[in-house]
């Protein structure tokens, strides 16, 4: 059993800056790769980015690229999501996920962290 914990959130203004964290636990723990993902009201979750706990690669919806950098620290278990030049269309709800594969679901979400960006 993987837990996950999110931390980092919080109110800013449109231009700033933030640093989300994603903290794993359980004695299982060996993901394939760890994502982000964000859930506005009202909307679906969606994908924001993505990275392999071996290799390192990342992935990013289109909408974050340039702006949103993930990386992990695999001594720590934990994964990062630096987020600059914030928009209001960030506000969301941000969820980390894991899986064991490739071709996997994402699952074993966390509590989830509030991102509110005012314009």
């Known amino acids: 059993q993987v837990q996950l914990v999110e931390s980092g959130g919080g109110l800013v203004q449109a231009g700033d800056s933030l640093r989300l964290s994603c903290a794993a636990s359980g004695r299982t723990f060996r993901p394939y790769d760890m994502g982000w993902f964000r859930q506005a009201p009202g909307k679906e979750r969606e994908f924001v980015a993505a990275i392999t706990w071996s290799a390192g690669r990342t992935s990013y919806t289109d909408s974050v690229k340039g702006r949103f950098t993930i990386s992990r620290d695999n001594a720590k278990n934990t994964v990062y999501l630096q987020m600059n030049s914030l928009k209001p269309e960030d506000t969301a709800v941000y969820y980390c996920?894991?899986?064991?594969?490739?071709?996997?679901?994402?699952?074993?979400w966390g509590q989830g962290t509030q991102v509110t960006v005012s314009s």
């Open positions: 996920g894991t899986r064991i594969t490739s071709y996997g679901d994402f699952g074993s």
